[in-house]
């Protein structure tokens, strides 16, 4: 019982850490010692291990697929988000320069969370680096970043950000807001319970559209893409590294916290934003609070790869 308590609580801890926009789920398992037990629970998932699902041997599976073991931890992480989207949610409607200045720190940390991992900067590892950098760069000036509520994006939403979450130095949810849905997914999933206790079936109805699709995405990527996923850093981690540093730091031009709306339309009663303009802010008390708050964000990232280094040493 005991240990189950533990194993919940470090899923908390997980889900928590893939809420925030740069910091990775993957290194708090890192850092919680059970990073290892989750890619090997993870990968156990194949046709035969479902075939003695589909054959009743329901305790064989649950053995061969540590199904205990996963379904405490993923408890956990599904508290977290649910407990902190409403947070998150409040924090970008209401104070959206501050909520990004403090995301923008943790991405420059991630950086270099990310980044040391490299072992050898070659040819290939700058290739691989520079098209990173270039994709994300592209991305943000290509005004394709405001997300869509359309089913099968959702799911690809899913599918990338659940492969991200278990990438020590990758978030999920900085995924998500490099494919515009963030604030939709968290919104869901913040709306969703007080939707559902105050019996309104329409509203949950509109949420469930949102969460099922993205769900479903998150379930097919954990059983289909983390084993390539595991195969591609077992034979190409210095490429996958050197790709995935370059991405990140050129996301830097999607999160820069000032921003403002130039172009936009009403569709079905909403604004879609169509492009923005980044400005540079004026030098007053509240610029000084989002750089107090870059810094916050990238000393925890730092904080985090360090205590997790030193516990694996």
């Known amino acids: 019982m005991k240990n189950s308590i533990l194993l ?3 899923g908390v801890a997980m889900g928590a850490a893939d809420v925030v926009p740069g910091v990775s789920g993957g290194t708090i398992a890192f850092l919680l010692g059970i990073y290892e037990r989750l890619l090997e629970a993870i990968g156990s998932f194949s046709i035969s291990t479902l075939s003695l699902l589909l054959k009743g041997k329901i305790i064989e599976f649950a053995q061969k697929t540590d199904l205990i073991f996963l379904i405490t931890l993923f408890a956990g992480i599904v508290t977290s988000f649910i407990s902190l989207a409403k947070l998150f949610k409040y924090l970008l409607a209401n104070h959206e320069i501050l909520t990004m200045s403090f995301f923008f720190g943790l991405i420059i940390a991630t950086i270099w969370v990310v980044g040391r991992r490299i072992k050898e900067w070659n040819v290939i590892a700058i290739l691989w680096f520079v098209l990173g950098a270039t994709s994300a760069i592209g991305i943000s000036f290509s005004g394709q970043i405001e997300g869509s509520s359309n089913p099968i994006y959702l799911f690809f939403c899913g599918f990338i950000a659940i492969c991200s979450m278990i990438l020590p130095g990758i978030s999920g949810s900085f995924v998500l807001l490099l494919l515009g849905n963030y604030a939709l997914v968290i919104g869901a999933i913040s709306d969703l319970p007080s939707a559902v206790l105050s019996f309104d ?20 990527g954990l059983l289909t893409f983390a084993k390539l996923l595991s195969w591609l850093f077992d034979n190409y981690e210095n490429a ?29 009663g909403k604004e879609k934003v169509l ?21 916050v964000g990238a000393v925890l990232v730092a904080s985090i790869e360090y205590f997790g280094n030193k516990e694996l040493r």
């Open 240 to 268: 996958l590294l050197a790709l995935l540093t370059g991405f990140v730091l050129g996301s830097l031009s999607i999160i820069y916290p000032w921003k403002k709306v130039v172009k936009s339309e009403i569709i079905h």
């Open 275 to 295: 492009e923005t303009m980044r400005y540079i802010p004026e030098i007053d008390t509240h610029f000084f609070i989002a750089v107090a708050l870059m810094v």
């Open 8 to 10: 919940y609580l470090k």
């Open 201 to 220: 079936v329409s509203a949950t109805l509109a949420l469930l559209w949102i969460i099922v699709p993205f769900a479903l995405g998150a379930v097919t």
